[in-house]
Antibody, heavy 121, light 110 residues
């Protein structure tokens, strides 16, 4: 079964750090581009970051640029999001999502169940 | 304020047809593929439409997508109560170098 499972969420104080992980199974992880997408409580979807299949190309939303770092370990079938200098507005459910293999299309066809990050003192 | 503009809510009766609009610009919808997602309450989003108007395997053909210029639409025919959900459009934005989502549309089946 194709699956993505996020972990690492939790309660953290403003200014703190957290590292999210996403474990992939059931497909050839190294062949797929990946994204992190978040959703604040009661709000819409917000794209956070993209990483190419090799890890050589990375993009970030302006709201997290300079604070968050996306990475992947294809040998471990895992995607990561290192989050530093966390703010209250980073409070959200964070999803990892697999991109479809259609050129020039950023559609995401497999999503994890999400992990909740709460930034509060 | 989302880069892509969707109506906050739409409603229609069962068995009817509803359309959700998504308005963007030449740097996103006008130049890149549009995707649509369905998010049921408490669940992760599900890809409904890719490459403007294509359905992933397993998605009901009651869903259809279209695009014209800098706007896109999602149509749902034969509405059912289980279609009640939030729907989001998305596209890559060449100017922002970012994936942008619409603000989401809540569909109510009356």
């Amino acid at each position: 079964e194709v699956q993505l499972v996020e972990s690492g969420g939790g309660l953290v104080q403003p200014g703190g750090s957290l590292r999210l992980s996403c474990a992939a199974s059931g497909f050839t992880f190294s062949s797929y581009e990946m994204n992190w997408v978040r959703q604040a409580p009661g709000k819409g979807l917000e794209w956070v970051s993209y990483i190419s299949s090799s890890g050589s190309t990375i993009y970030y939303a302006d709201s997290v640029k300079g604070r968050f770092t996306i990475s992947r370990d294809n040998a471990k079938n895992s995607l990561y999001l290192q989050m530093n200098s966390l703010r209250a507005e980073d409070t959200a459910v964070y999803y990892c999502a697999r991109m479809i293999t259609i050129a020039a299309d950023y559609g995401m066809d497999v999503w994890g169940q999400g992990t909740t990050v709460t930034v509060s003192s | 304020q989302s880069v892509l503009t969707q109506p906050p809510s739409v409603s229609e009766a069962p068995r009817q047809r509803v359309t959700i609009s998504c308005s963007g610009s030449s740097s996103n919808i006008g130049n890149n593929a549009v995707n649509w997602y369905q998010q049921l309450p408490g669940k992760a989003p599900k890809l409904l439409i890719y490459y403007d108007d294509l359905l992933p395997s397993g998605v009901s053909d009651r869903f259809s997508g279209s695009k014209s210029g800098t706007s896109a639409s999602l149509a749902i025919s034969g509405l059912q109560s289980e279609d009640e959900a939030d729907y989001y459009c998305a596209a890559w934005d060449d100017s922002l170098n970012a994936l942008v989502f619409g603000g989401g549309t809540k569909l109510t089946v009356l």
